[in-house]
């Protein structure tokens, strides 16, 4: 089972779009001056190169995604993943972003049913989205359910530690649904929390909020309040999804529950699981995809300021 999660950085629908809420054209601006759909395709398919080449050339079982506007353009991206013996669908919600950016699931239709699908609010946010919580059930006869959160709290826009409590808010909320997923599946529900955290994995919002630990046998113990293992932290020293005035930084980071660690078969969670996924053909920092609204122009032959990360299970 491969899993993996990116941040497609600013993957916008186009301005005539009859998702585009009128309030968001105007919040949005001068921003999107120039993002046609001939711009979107480009972008759809250097995304869409990027997945096809995860797993081996295999695509993800399971995928997700923060910075996407609406369901419509995630199911043109769904759409070219065009890959022999998968089928693609998508899970979203809309949030209620002010820059209109959602996160979401794509999964193989092959694979996978949604058994459940709940997007969770965040309170006294801001510049946060929902925690999207999708329930992926197996469906062959064993009809495991595997519990997928995505995240993308806020950023660190107006400095690291003024923004920091709202990153602890989040983290606080994930902690919360994790405790009320295991009343309703029990303590060794299969959960893997993923996403963009705008935080390291030693940072206090995953740390002391989101309950995020290093260490294994204290996930194994947490008896009353549910911890998650962060699978990032062994990769600090070499390893960046993000990279900031030349300093990597792991932001990007899976969290698993007790019951990934208990867990035999499919699920079954192994050493050396995760992996920094770079594009084809990019081999330093991360290269984006740049908005025609920007200095220099659009580079087509980038993808987002994010690398995607990757987790092999069984």
Same mark, same amino acid.
């Given at each position: 089972m491969f899993i993996a999660f990116w941040n497609l950085e600013n993957l916008f629908d186009i301005e005539t779009s009859t998702e585009r809420q009128d309030w968001l054209k105007i919040r949005l601006g001068k921003e999107l001056q120039g993002w046609t759909a001939a711009v979107l395709e480009a972008k759809l398919d250097q995304l869409a190169a990027g997945i096809k080449a995860m797993n081996s050339g295999a695509g993800p079982d399971v995928l997700g995604v923060c910075e996407v506007e609406n369901r419509p353009v995630l199911e043109k991206l769904a759409r070219k993943l065009d890959l022999p013996g998968r089928s693609y669908k998508v899970a979203h919600e809309n949030s209620r972003d002010g820059r209109?950016?959602? *996160?979401?699931?794509?999964?193989?239709?092959?694979?996978?049913?949604?058994?459940?699908?709940?997007?969770?609010?965040?309170?006294?946010?801001?510049?946060? +989205?929902? /925690?999207?919580?999708?329930?992926?059930?197996?469906?062959?006869?064993?009809?495991?359910?595997?519990v997928v959160i995505v995240n993308h709290w806020p950023s660190r826009s107006g400095g690291e530690h003024a923004s920091e409590p709202y990153r602890k808010l989040a983290g606080e909320t994930l902690a919360y649904w994790h405790s009320r997923i295991w009343e309703v599946l029990g303590k060794d529900a299969l959960i893997v929390a993923m996403g963009d955290f705008n935080d390291e994995p030693f940072n206090r919002s995953l740390t002391d909020y989101a309950l995020a630990d290093r260490e294994r046998q204290k996930v194994l113990r947490a008896a009353s309040a549910p911890r998650f293992l962060?699978?990032?932290? !062994?990769? /600090?020293?070499?390893?960046?999804?993000?990279?900031?005035?030349? +300093?990597?930084?792991?932001?990007?980071?899976? /969290?698993?529950? +007790?019951? /990934?660690?208990?867990?035999?078969?499919?699920? +079954?969670?192994?050493?050396?699981?995760?992996?920094?996924?770079? !594009? $084809?053909? *990019?081999?330093?920092? $991360?290269?984006?995809?740049?908005? !025609?609204?920007?200095?220099?122009?659009?580079n087509t032959a980038g993808y987002s300021d994010h690398f995607a990360i990757g987790l092999k299970l069984g």
């Open positions: 209109g950016i959602d *996160v979401a699931v794509i999964y193989d239709g092959k694979l996978f049913t949604v058994d459940g699908k709940w997007s969770h609010w965040v309170m006294r946010r801001t510049g946060t +989205r929902d /925690l999207l919580q999708v329930n992926l059930k197996t469906r062959d006869a064993a009809a495991e359910t595997l962060n699978l990032m932290l !062994p990769l /600090l020293a070499a390893e960046g999804s993000y990279v900031f005035d030349g +300093r990597k930084n792991m932001l990007d980071q899976f /969290l698993v529950s +007790r019951g /990934l660690l208990n867990a035999t078969g499919r699920f +079954r969670l192994r050493d050396g699981a995760v992996s920094i996924i770079r !594009p $084809p053909g *990019v081999t330093g920092a $991360p290269v984006r995809f740049s908005r !025609p609204s920007e200095t220099g122009g659009v």
